[in-house]
């Protein structure tokens, strides 16, 4: 797809880190697959993706983790 940032570059299945942080906790999720711009960088995730990661920041939230740097498990 294009890139709506950049409106130049073209995605490509590419990996990207994700940092989420909320009530003084800091989650980092590395290798989360996603589509890339090859010009700009920009990260695009798809919806099953984003819902995953979303799931697996907020258990680590409820069970009170405060610094937490994983590789994302797409099971």
Do not use: N
């Amino acid at each position: 797809m294009k890139c709506v940032i950049c409106k130049h570059g073209q995605t490509k299945p590419g990996t990207m880190t994700a940092t989420f942080e909320r009530d003084g906790a800091t989650l980092v999720f590395k290798s989360v697959p996603a589509e890339v711009c090859q010009s700009c960088g920009e990260s695009y995730l798809s919806s099953e993706t984003s819902q995953k990661l979303l799931f697996q920041a907020e258990d680590a939230l409820k069970k009170g983790v405060q610094v937490d740097v994983r590789k994302f498990v797409a099971a």
